[in-house]
């Protein structure tokens, strides 16, 4: 089939599971076109199958706000057009659902008719999108989408309590490449990390608000005052100078390593005894599947998605958000028990096993073969 995919371009999960999606697609002979505005940062493949469409907005003195929704429609209508598209495969609602929308309408008056597929990823439905400015369009543009998914059933659930959706929405979970995991840990890294053999506490996010990346903090300082323990912070974001302040204050700056965004993360996974993710919400969270998929037991608040992939006591240990005396109790009685960590390890790993590629991408396919013109070959 040939296949749109339209994305945010960044680290965030939404970019990163399409990226993937669309490389696994090329991979079983598809051929996928990238539509966003700059190279995704997960696509550093060659592939005869690839294409990327860059948009560009024209800037103009009048514009305040240059629209780039106009910019991305028009882009995916020259797409569709002249690389004779099958369908649409968007993510993120906002603005990619609309702008599909008005690319379907300009289409469907040249006398083809494109399915739109919208997965929606998280804050696209529980911050931004149920926001009133935002929440009609969203609305009405998931609603005209041909079909719907979300990434966890608690995804599903709460955008059915947000918006008068009329239509199913179907959920097909994230996915990980597991043969990027299935490599020895680099030991001259972690020697250089952790010097003395320390246990290795990691995070990797956006640093916004929503995923609390202050529990983390505090979760380490008290996991390190029984432990010796180092820990890695991947990503950048809005709180990054604030957590480097309370670093500073609860006095662990020469064990906090600040790594900023990373493209290959798996040789730091594969390096780590314990991921943090204390979020106030997650749709699924993609950053703990892949700190399991390198054998890495995950401690969770249980919110959202995250009880879904993250099973309590056996994959790791989840808890209520800004519970940070259990997240830390359980770290430390994880790390200090080596027997009860490497089973914590080989239960992670099979529990990514279950969410590998190879198990989640025919489901897409699926959902795609059903809007399939009798030519496409699905
Ligand atoms: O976590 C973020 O803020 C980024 C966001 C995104 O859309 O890029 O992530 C969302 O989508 C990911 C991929 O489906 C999920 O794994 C994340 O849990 C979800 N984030 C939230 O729900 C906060």
């Known amino acids: 089939m040939r296949i749109g995919i339209v994305c945010y371009p960044t680290f965030g999960g939404s970019g990163v599971l399409a990226t993937e999606l669309g490389k696994a697609l090329a991979d079983k002979g598809h051929q996928v076109h990238f539509i966003t505005y700059q190279q995704p940062v997960r696509l550093n493949v060659f592939?005869?199958?690839?294409?990327?469409?860059?948009?560009?907005?024209?800037?103009?003195?009048?514009f305040d706000y240059p629209p780039y929704e106009l910019?991305?429609?028009?882009?995916?209508?020259?797409?569709?057009l002249n690389h004779d598209l099958d369908l649409l495969h968007v993510h993120y609602a906002i603005p990619h659902a609309s702008a599909a929308y008005m690319a379907?309408?300009?289409?469907?008056?040249?006398?083809?008719?494109?399915?739109?597929?919208?997965?929606?990823?998280?804050?696209?439905?529980?911050?931004v999108g149920r926001d009133k400015t935002y929440e009609p369009v969203v609305t009405f543009s998931?609603?005209?989408?041909?079909?719907?998914?979300?990434?966890?059933?608690?995804?599903?659930?709460?955008?059915?309590?947000?918006?008068?959706?009329t239509k199913e929405i179907e959920v097909v979970e994230n996915?990980?490449?597991?043969?990027?995991?299935?490599?020895?840990?680099?030991d001259a890294f972690k020697k250089v990390i952790a010097p003395n053999n320390e246990k290795i506490l990691i995070h990797?996010?956006?640093?916004?608000?929503?995923?609390?990346?202050?529990?983390?903090?505090?979760?380490?300082?008290?996991?390190?005052?029984?432990v010796p323990s180092k820990l890695l912070l991947v990503g950048d974001g809005p709180e990054r100078r604030h957590i480097e302040e309370q670093v500073r204050k609860?006095?662990?700056?020469?064990?906090?390593?600040?790594?900023?965004?990373?493209?290959?993360?798996?040789?730091?996974?594969?390096?780590?005894?314990?991921?943090?993710?204390?979020?106030?919400?997650?749709?699924?969270?993609?950053a703990a599947m892949e700190a399991m998929a390198a054998g890495v037991p995950v401690i969770s608040s249980n919110a959202g998605g995250l009880p879904e992939?993250?099973?309590?006591?056996?994959?790791?240990?989840?808890?209520?958000?800004?519970?940070?005396?259990?997240?830390?109790?359980?770290?430390?009685?994880?790390?200090?028990?080596?027997?009860?960590?490497?089973?914590?390890?080989?239960?992670?790993?099979?529990?990514?096993?279950?969410?590998?590629?190879?198990?989640?991408?025919?489901?897409?396919?699926?959902?795609?073969?059903?809007?399939?013109?009798?030519?496409?070959?699905?």
């Open 250 to 286: 609860l006095q662990v700056q020469d064990d906090v390593r600040f790594l900023g965004k990373q493209d290959q993360v798996e040789e730091i996974m594969l390096v780590s005894d314990l991921f943090i993710l204390p979020s106030e919400y997650e749709s699924f969270g993609l």
């Open 142 to 165: 998931i609603n005209q989408s041909d079909a719907i998914t979300a990434v966890s059933k608690n995804l599903r659930d709460e955008t059915f309590k947000s918006f008068a959706i």
């Open 71 to 80: 910019a991305l429609a028009s882009s995916m209508v020259d797409v569709i």
């Open 309 to 378: 992939i993250n099973i309590d006591g056996v994959t790791g240990y989840t808890a209520p958000v800004g519970d940070v005396e259990t997240m830390s109790q359980k770290a430390i009685s994880l790390l200090s028990d080596e027997t009860l960590l490497q089973q914590f390890r080989k239960n992670a790993k099979a529990q990514a096993n279950k969410y590998d590629l190879q198990n989640i991408v025919p489901q897409y396919e699926k959902i795609y073969s059903r809007f399939c013109r009798m030519e496409c070959g699905a």
């Open 175 to 186: 996915f990980i490449d597991n043969t990027r995991y299935n490599k020895r840990p680099i």
């Open 47 to 62: 592939s005869a199958n690839i294409f990327y469409h860059e948009v560009s907005v024209p800037t103009y003195p009048l």
């Open 104 to 127: 379907k309408q300009i289409v469907l008056e040249r006398g083809r008719n494109i399915p739109v597929i919208t997965t929606l990823h998280g804050t696209d439905i529980t911050l």
């Open 204 to 226: 990797a996010s956006n640093f916004r608000k929503i995923k609390r990346v202050e529990d983390v903090i505090e979760i380490f300082a008290k996991v390190h005052a029984q």
